[in-house]
């Protein structure tokens, strides 16, 4: 009997003991269900409740999954280098274009030491940080360096750093910075002299030969201002207009238009011009005043440069074309006095001039060339010279043959 009593009295404590783990296992799952995000279920649907709080957390786990990895995507393939650190400055993330700047050697070893110097500095003042660098390895290349610090509420969770390679927009910029500057030096010099020979020729007015010299003199200072407006107009539209729009061009027919021009400007400094017959089926996808004005600036240089105190009889320009494979080819050839060797890499600089003394006494303005490079390249071309002192230049310029699409 008392062993009886026993065994019961141990059944009902281990009965009371199920029961409280069972209220403590369905309170856990009704809290689990909610911070799943679902609905808590009545105690005969826990199972049930489960199952769908587990389904839903695997659908939104497997989110996250292709939302991180889309995220991942779009890092790696970015253009810029990203570069993310915990809070002890250790490299959590780098994307393909940042892997170059980490654990290098040479020119982006100094590169990865500035980096580690701003996203230290972004994690400690918890502040972004710019730099600039300038590398030279093998040529000069111009990096910006950005570092955030990334913080949850008071917490540091360290930084990102973004390394962005500046090189062509600073280069645009310097080249800008020298346009307007040379542009300025050169319309003070014709602005200047037609001012004072204006007032000469005020001061001057009753004497008539006097006062022709001097108009002869403002007529040409005004010839010369508006052949550098016209020149700096033309360079303007090259750079500026890309290949939309572009119509097929008869290298024959631009050959017949640049003809009377060309050769009025070849008789006034006593050059003999000869324009070679273009062959059948010259032509060209372009912009016919562009294409017209390179080639008149390439005639027109030719013309100048040419020394007839050089040659016994009167120098020689010719203008010939033909057709390489898939590219028409434009060739001015002059017998003039050259360029030398340490010159040839500048000389499509805007405003570059070999001889300024002689640029000048002919009316050149230093972006004839400049002028012929961007029409070249905006037609998808490029130019090329060959020169010798005292012998002569041979200007070549390659334009892809027109085809119809």
Known sequence: MIALAAAAAVGLAAAAVLLILSLRLGRAVDEAIVRIGAAPARRLHRAAGLGTAIDRLEATTARAQRE????????????????ATDDAGTVTFTNEAATRFMGARRGEAVAEAKIREVIDKAVLR?????????????????????????????????????????????????????????????LKTPLGALAVLAETLADHAGDPEIAGRLATRLG????????????????????????????????????????????????AFGVALRIDAAPPGAVVA????????????????????SDAATIESAPRVWVRCRIEGDQVVLEVEDEGIGIPEGHLDRIFERFYRVDRGRSRATGGTGLGLSIVRNVALNHGGRVAVESQVARGSTFRVFLPCWRES
């Open 68 to 83: 991180r990895a889309q995220l991942a995507g779009a890092l790696q393939s970015a253009g810029i280098g990203i570069i």
């Open 126 to 186: 918890r502040l972004p940080q710019t730099r600039e660098l300038e590398l030279y390895t093998p040529r000069r290349r111009v990096l910006q360096l950005t570092a955030v610090p990334l913080e949850h509420g008071v917490e540091s969770l360290g930084a990102v750093a973004y390394v962005t390679d500046v090189t062509e927009e600073r280069r645009v910029e310097a080249m800008r910075r020298d346009f307007i500057a040379n542009v300025g030096h050169e």
């Open 220 to 267: 040409n200072e005004a010839h010369r201002l508006s052949k550098l407006l016209e020149d700096i107009l033309d360079l303007s539209q090259a750079e500026a207009l890309g290949g939309a729009g572009f119509q097929p061009v008869s290298i024959e027919d631009l050959l017949d238009d640049v003809a009377g021009p060309a050769a009025e400007r070849a008789d």
């Open 286 to 305: 372009g912009d016919r005043r562009q294409l017209r004005s390179m080639l008149l600036n390439l005639v027109d240089n030719a013309v100048k440069y």
